[in-house]
């Protein structure tokens, strides 16, 4: 085999390899971020409440904390939460 031919190959194998690493598989894009969650919070320790739209999963709930900025997940079914939010109530 000449230089050129295997300077073609190998280009042509490094392509493909930087296509298939680009986007990523959907079943990882599409996992549920929360399995359960906490029921125990106290709604005056949240800085901040996402509402993550997955399909496929349970409502999807995400607290940010003020003490320390960690992110947990919440029950949706919380006591505090379903009587807090029409919105939210709404979703479930």
């Not at 300077?7 to 490094?14: D, P, Y």
């Not at 496929?56 to 320390?68: F, G, H, R, S, V």
């Not at 960690?70 to 379903?82: A, D, E, F, G, S």
Request: positive net charge.
């Amino acid at each position: 085999m000449s230089v050129k031919s295997c300077v073609f190959i190998a280009l042509l194998l490094g392509a493909a390899c930087i296509n298939l690493s680009w986007g990523k598989p959907s079943s990882i894009i599409n996992r549920c971020k929360c399995r359960g969650g906490t029921t125990r919070l106290s709604p005056n320790s949240i800085q901040k409440l996402m509402v993550l739209p997955i399909p496929n999963c349970p409502l999807q709930i995400i607290a940010t904390l003020k003490m320390n900025g960690n992110q947990i997940c919440i029950h949706p079914k919380t006591r505090w939460l379903r009587f807090r939010s029409k919105h939210l109530k709404s979703m479930m």
